[in-house]
């Protein structure tokens, strides 16, 4: 009786491809680089005036933008409630803000500071050029865009209510027309306000925003006088507190 040879299975197995080393690394690295370079132009298209004043200044000067642009400025102490006792010193600071910017400096007689009952005011207000809207405009212009948008940096912080008011000359619209200056001023008031907000202040900060045509006029016995055309931001009061209590309340 024969015996059975045992049956031999021969498996062949492919070699794997050589080494592709680490070229696509080196690709991939690129793309990722390029898309990041793509989503910061893109961001920068859609930034407003002063952030982009911000870019450019500090390539050409890192070391000294960010101390105009008030970043610096920014700390727990500064974020603390505006009351009658340390209001002075957010007004000297919004100054002092006004006059680093260099585009703003000039405007000194067209921004006014005060206190107020209701707190600190701070008016902007028109020439005869139209400095922050055109006549019978409410789009800001890029001097308006400016300034407001430097406001937000140095309030942004702070838990006061903000509150926003609009004003107009007597300069009547046609007795046609059912856009008046109602809609007028109180539409200058929103557009600062979109615009506070679009740089950092909470929505929520927004106590109120007030439109009041020609009835509070600046110069009243001049209705036309262009220095009536203004929109003001009031910081409003927060009544102040003992200094142990606004210790405890920011350790929290």
Known sequence: MQKKQPILVIKKVSGHGGHHGGAWKVAYADFVTAMMALFIVLWLLNSSVRVKKAVEGYFKDPRSTYKETGTQQVG??????????NVEKLKERIQKAIQNQKDLDKLAKQIEITITPEGLRIELIEDKKGTFFQSGSAQLSQTGQELVSMLAAQLKGLPNHLLLEGHTDAQPYSPEATYTNWELSADRANAARRLLQHDGVSGGRISQVRGYADQMLR??????DPTNRR???????IEARPASVVENSTKK
């Open 219 to 224: 110069v009243k016995n001049d209705p036309l």
């Open 231 to 237: 929109i003001s931001l009031i910081v409003q009061w």
């Open 76 to 85: 727990d102490a500064e974020n603390l409630p505006i009351d009658k006792q």
